[in-house]
């Protein structure tokens, strides 16, 4: 059964912590890609990575980091740096960079208080 | 880079009526246009997409129709209903770059029984 996991689907954080959230595909896809989702705001780049051990920054890097060691895994973490962590993460992956189809997770809730 | 406006924002209409919603962008080297549906706290799905060498494209009641010339394409839904209800995006790929897709901020469906 093919497709993308994220976990877990809420978490909780207290501020000033650094989190991690798990991105997992068994689709065999080169890309993967991290998105921030707020109210009103659409989806919004985080990072992005084309090929194992490269990354890039996307529109909205600061306070995250991200590794990419294997092709299947992709995971985020939001540094205490972020400003305002609380929000809605979607991560998605496709078969190569560019005019191709991106499929999504089922999304991580992460609130910081 | 690519920039994808969306509207409208919010879309009610009766069930059984047309729903229509419109996307602009600005990089005429763009060529790949999906439209995804969020279905509430769970990640986006694509419903249809289309490519530059194709002006319409159309998949049971849904149906969409792109402009190069104006740089807008639309989305329309015949026969809504009520599972229809979704936040839908549309979006366009960056012309050749490797980040991907931009997304517009997304349209909130609301199928009036």
């Known amino acids: 059964d093919g497709g993308i996991t994220q976990s877990p689907k809420y978490l909780f954080r207290k501020e000033g912590q650094n989190v991690t959230l798990s991105c997992e595909q068994n689709?065999?896809?080169?890309?993967m890609y991290w998105y921030r989702q707020d109210p009103g705001q659409g989806l919004r780049l985080i990072y992005y990575?084309?090929?194992?051990?490269?990354?890039q920054k996307g529109d909205i890097a600061e306070g995250y980091s991200v590794s990419r060691e294997k092709k299947e895994s992709f995971p985020l973490t939001v540094t205490s740096a972020q400003k305002n962590p609380t929000a809605f993460y979607l991560c998605?992956?496709?078969?190569?960079?560019?005019?191709?189809?991106?499929?999504f997770g089922p999304g991580t809730r992460l609130t910081v208080t | 880079g690519e920039n994808v406006e969306q509207h409208p924002s919010t879309l009610s209409v009766q069930e059984g009526d047309s729903a229509v919603i419109k996307c602009t962008y600005s990089?005429?080297?763009?060529?790949?246009f999906p439209w995804y549906k969020q279905e509430l706290g769970k990640g986006p799905q694509l419903i249809i997409d289309?490519?530059?060498?194709?002006g319409e494209k159309k998949d049971q009641r849904i149906a969409v129709t792109l402009n190069k010339t104006a740089k807008h394409f639309s989305l329309h839904i015949t026969e809504t209903q009520p599972e229809d209800s979704a936040v839908y995006f549309c979006?366009?790929?960056?012309?050749?770059?490797?980040?991907?897709?931009?997304f517009g901020k997304g349209t909130h469906l609301i199928i009036q029984p």
């Open positions: 979006a366009a790929d960056s012309g050749g770059g490797a980040d991907g897709l931009t």
């Open positions: 990575s084309q090929i194992v051990n490269d990354f």
């Open positions: 998605a992956s496709s078969r190569g960079p560019g005019p191709y189809e991106q499929y």
């Open positions: 689709l065999n896809h080169d890309a």
């Open positions: 289309i490519r530059s060498n194709v």
């Open positions: 990089d005429s080297a763009s060529n790949y």
